[in-house]
């Protein structure tokens, strides 16, 4: 029973922290498009960005690192903000948005389906300690250190027993969190936090991609991406593919969401121009680079790309200095403690005269994963296709920023196995798999939007182009305002 | 979309990932014995050769109680969980091809697995000569001493 309360508090903090986000961000007021499960969603994966800072400053400063320390500050906030939203709510309560259309049978099923892979995921993953290795030997592992010395671990640590202390803080200190409320470092219950990132993400995914195409056509995608088999050995795992198929514990799903959120809402910011999107891009591009070291790149980039679009400069630059809250603290950190990143500290110059075979080899590995192996579903098939049919809306926004940064960062990817010191077979076939899953949602969301697209189109041919009788009535009731 | 498109779509969409679905019914289907065993685990006091090697563990590791040693089966390998009041952690047998790679130890891990198989080998865990892994101990209470974290990850092999 002192776990379920310890865990509902652990999590209950971490939506609380990213209410107050939210809500900071809507200016306390209803964003027409904030409705339904976004909100959740982004409170909860913005909570688990603040909080983790929140405990690296801790830990920086030499602060009390405890329940009350961390969680007082967001709760009393998020107490203050409430009152506030309701008042401004019931003032506000004539512009509620259209009330969203019935589902269908369909729809209910594919909700159904939904369902039924995160309730999986969420029994499974604890039902079992960690077993994926990097989840046991680097996220668990740092999480565990950071609790048990209450703040900073000691430099022998992370000289000695941390195998990449250059590896960003989000998931470790977000379990550190979890560790913190229950007492012990208890780590089957910790896995809870996977499978609802997976959560958040479907919830994500739906309400971007409904606000774009409406309900029916989103419930389908999320369904597909429920069902995705690389997806589900993240947030939940599964018996009998042995250490492939769990790797509940990694933070490659957390970057993924980040990155999907990012690259969603920078698509919302360029189709509807409201800023609060703006500051929801910039705030997943720098958690992303919290989660992971690829983070850092697709952060750079989205941050050039949305400055190079936004026509809200002042809160672009509002924007980037929250990315360089989640990017220079530790940065700096890592720069005083001289934590180097083994693959640029011991890449070697590329030899092209072997460039060509590494390149073969990377592009045949690449093919393989995201064509071949099921590990994606079709999601990458389904994106190439549905993208060389809609090209005339790729090739423009808001639609090629998104498309574009997908393509930098898969080159990013390539260049890293071009110049990777270890083994190139060896690299690839540990995480090949993993960085394509960094973009799959995206891929696949942008498929989607693809065919809804194209089966508008095709529906407008055939029935004289009344085209806007296919979009949903409150994206053209955004759109417009 | 028409919805037989959707369905269509969907079928498709598993049969290509039919692999990971059929393992989820299965790892499903191994619900009841994961719980059962795990129940069963907390409750169980190893004794013998391995609680003598778990207690050199705790010679070079500071543990605030005496430790409880757990096994439960999963997956066709044996977890042994070592808990104690502050840090419970997980003593795991790992497929010798992953570690392989690893080359171990790493960092603060001494890390050592033995090939069982699930429940039916637990006698093999239990009486094993478990003198041999102890003594490959030293470099794991070499880092210990030096850190002193009471961080102790232990995996344990032949």
């Known amino acids: ?481 | 979309m028409p919805t037989w498109f959707k369905v269509v779509v969907l079928i498709v969409w598993v049969a290509v990932g039919h692999q990971t679905l059929s393992a989820e019914v299965e790892s499903i289907r191994k619900l009841p014995t994961l719980w059962a065993l795990d129940a069963h685990a907390q409750k169980r006091r190893i004794d013998g050769p391995l609680y003598e090697f778990v207690q050199r563990v705790q010679e070079h590791v500071p543990l605030d109680q005496a430790p409880v040693v757990s096994m439960f089966a999963a997956d066709g390998y044996t977890y042994l969980k070592v808990s104690s009041y502050l840090y419970p952690t997980t003593i795991r047998h790992l497929d010798p091809a992953h570690l392989s790679s690893q080359d171990l130890p790493i960092g603060g891990y001494f890390l050592v697995y033995f090939p069982s198989r699930l429940v039916d080998t637990t006698s093999e865990v239990l009486t094993r000569d478990w003198n041999a892994v102890a003594a490959k101990l030293p470099p794991m209470r070499e880092v210990y001493r030096a850190s002193n974290m009471g961080i102790y990850q232990v995996a344990v092999s032949q």
Not at chain 1, 405 to 433: C, K, N
């Open chain 1, 1 to 481: 029973m002192t776990i379920v309360l310890s865990t509902v508090f652990a999590l209950g903090t971490i939506g609380a922290a990213g209410a107050v986000v939210v809500l900071t961000l809507t200016g306390v007021t209803r964003m027409p498009s904030f409705r339904g499960a976004l909100p959740w969603a982004l409170a909860f994966i913005f909570g688990m960005g603040v909080i983790s800072l929140q405990m690296f400053f801790y830990a920086l400063f030499a602060l009390p690192m405890n329940r009350l320390s961390i969680a007082l500050p967001w709760w009393v906030a998020l107490a203050g903000m409430g009152w506030t939203w309701r008042r401004r709510h019931f003032l506000r309560e004539h512009q509620r948005p259209p009330s969203a259309p019935p589902h269908t049978a369909m729809s209910a099923f594919l909700a159904g389906i939904v369902a039924v892979q995160v309730g999986y995921c969420l029994v499974f993953a604890t039902s079992r300690p960690v077993v994926s290795w990097d989840g046991w030997a680097i996220w668990f592992l740092k999480a565990k250190a950071f609790f048990a010395s209450s703040g900073l671990p000691t430099a022998h640590f992370f000289a000695s027993v941390d195998p990449h202390p250059d590896y960003p803080l989000l998931t470790p200190l977000t379990v550190a969190w979890h560790y913190l409320c229950l007492g012990v470092a208890d780590e089957q219950i910790a896995k809870i936090l996977f499978p609802l990132t997976f959560l958040a993400l479907l919830m994500l995914f739906y309400s971007l991609l409904r606000e774009e195409t409406g309900s029916p056509h989103a419930w389908f995608f999320t369904a597909l991406l429920a069902l995705t088999p690389f997806a589900v050995f993240h947030a939940g795992g599964v018996i009998g593919l042995g250490a492939a198929g769990d790797y509940v514990g990694y933070a490659d799903l957390t970057l993924a969401t980040y990155f999907f959120g990012a690259t969603a809402s920078m698509y919302r910011y360029l189709l509807v121009r409201d800023p609060r999107w703006l500051l929801v891009s910039f705030l997943c591009l720098g958690m992303g680079a919290w989660t992971k070291n690829e983070g850092l790149p697709y952060a750079i980039w989205g941050s050039v790309t949305l400055m190079i679009a936004a026509k809200h400069r002042r809160i672009g630059v509002a924007g980037l200095g929250v990315v360089a809250l989640f990017i220079v603290p530790w940065g700096g950190f890592k720069m005083s403690a001289g934590f180097a990143n083994d693959i640029l500290t011991q890449s070697q110059r590329p030899d092209f005269g072997k460039g060509i075979e590494r390149l073969s080899t990377i592009l045949a590995w690449g093919w393989r994963s995201a064509m071949q192996s099921g590990m994606h579903g079709l999601i990458w098939p389904l994106f190439v296709i549905s993208a060389a049919l809609n090209w005339r809306n790729v090739a423009r926004s808001p639609l090629a920023p998104c498309v574009l940064l997908v393509g930098v960062q898969l080159g990013i990817y390539g260049m890293v196995y071009f110049i990777t010191p270890r083994d190139l077979e060896w690299h690839l076939a540990t995480s090949i798999d993993r960085v394509l899953l960094h973009l799959s949602p995206i891929a696949l969301w942008i498929a989607g939007v693809n065919v809804y697209q194209l089966s508008v189109r095709i529906r407008g041919i055939g029935q004289g182009s009344r085209i806007e009788e296919a979009i949903p009535a409150e994206r053209i009731g955004e759109t417009s305002a």
